[in-house]
């Protein structure tokens, strides 16, 4: 389960919230009647967002500008730099939904794979390989980006399609983050790193270490 509870239907009070969760999960209560959405997600995401209904609909309508036919960015650009930021920033869902996506647009099961480590994969276009990088960017280095990788983009982009690209990548790694701290949909999972387990004899001593043998 989700860190949060999940918002009753009984307890909607909010015409936008009602109407995500008629679409989202019709005939049912999401907070108890499990199900999962068309790709398999366990679709907790807005059932627990819908406790503050103004942050859910600002979430939703950055989603919808990502579809928007506004767009001057090509969709396939924006999922595969939304992917590498799924993977780069460890979310589960994001990457696997967004690789659900990319094979639906045309991208060969070899290239998916290798979205993972791209700097050595030659599926990629060069167009492609410097929007990975940049997405690398936004994540790793929080924005900070080289001088001749922008230079880069704006050889293969237009400006406003640098804007768009910047914003949503940005967007997603926000996503990504809050998805993984409130535990939502497929990153529901207990921390792996822990102490493992010793023989019950093992303790640390504080003792300076014997000399090395020496090799001449």
């Not at 909607?12 to 398999?40: H, W």
């Not at 406790?51 to 767009?71: C, I, N, T, W, Y």
């Not at 060069?126 to 936004?138: F, K, S």
């Amino acid at each position: 389960m989700p860190r949060l509870s999940m918002v009753s239907r009984a307890d909607i009070n909010d015409p936008l919230v009602e109407y995500i969760y008629d679409k989202k999960f019709p005939g049912r209560d999401p907070a108890s009647e499990k199900g999962q959405t068309a790709s398999g997600a366990p679709g907790n995401y807005e059932a627990v967002f819908a406790h503050s209904p103004d942050v859910l609909e600002h979430a939703l309508r950055g989603f919808f500008l990502k579809q928007s036919k506004q767009r001057k960015l090509p969709l396939t650009y924006m999922e595969l730099a939304i992917t590498r930021v799924g993977w780069s920033c460890s979310c589960r869902w994001m990457y696997s939904e967004h690789v659900k996506i990319l094979r639906g647009l045309g991208y060969s099961e070899d290239a998916l794979i290798e979205i993972q480590s791209w700097q050595t994969s030659s599926q990629f276009t060069e167009t492609e390989r410097i929007l990975l990088a940049y997405a690398d960017c936004i994540v790793f280095d929080h924005g900070r980006t080289p001088d001749l990788l922008f230079d880069g983009l704006l050889k293969h982009f237009s400006e406003e399609q640098i804007v768009e690209l910047t914003y949503i990548a940005s967007m997603f790694a926000m996503h990504a983050g809050m998805i993984r701290a409130l535990r939502l949909e497929h990153d529901d999972y207990k921390e792996r790193v822990r102490e493992m387990p010793s023989p019950a004899e093992y303790r640390f001593v504080n003792s300076e270490p014997a000399p090395l043998p020496r090799r001449d």
